[in-house]
Structures are given as C-alpha cells and as structure tokens.
C-alpha cells in the first residue's frame, strides 16, 4: 500500500476536502485509510491506498508526494 501526502493551507481546507472528495469518486477510487495531522497553518492529510498508481494520480492530482505505508496509520 502507499500513501498520498497533500499539505494544505487551513484557508483552503473545506474547498480542497471537497475537491478530493469529488476527484476520488469521479475515479472510483476506495481509500483504505484517510488521517491528518495540524502542522503551522496548515494540515498534512495521508491517504492510504491499496494500489501504489492510485496514490500517485491522487498525489500529483492534489500537489502531493507518495511514501510507503506505514504504522501511524494503522
């Protein structure tokens, strides 16, 4: 599994949660996992997906970078 991490600015939050919403049932793509974490002014959403390229189009999609899963998520 792989994770999408999208960094977001607290002004933009609602826009953007919506905006992947949409984005992810357009693709009909499942996340296993949604979490996120405040960082200064913004929050650090991870996205957890059972197959790497759909973690990759989210990412690039949202600005975004992929990792390896991990047990923070679990």
Known sequence: MRIAIIRVS????????????????RQCYEP?????????????????????WQAEAFAMRFDGKVSAATHYLS
């Open 10 to 25: 607290d002004a933009k939050l609602s826009d953007r949660l919506a905006g992947m919403r949409e984005w992810l049932d």
């Open 32 to 52: 296993v996992r949604f979490v996120y974490d405040h960082a200064a002014n913004a929050l650090v959403i991870s996205v957890e997906f059972p197959k790497e």
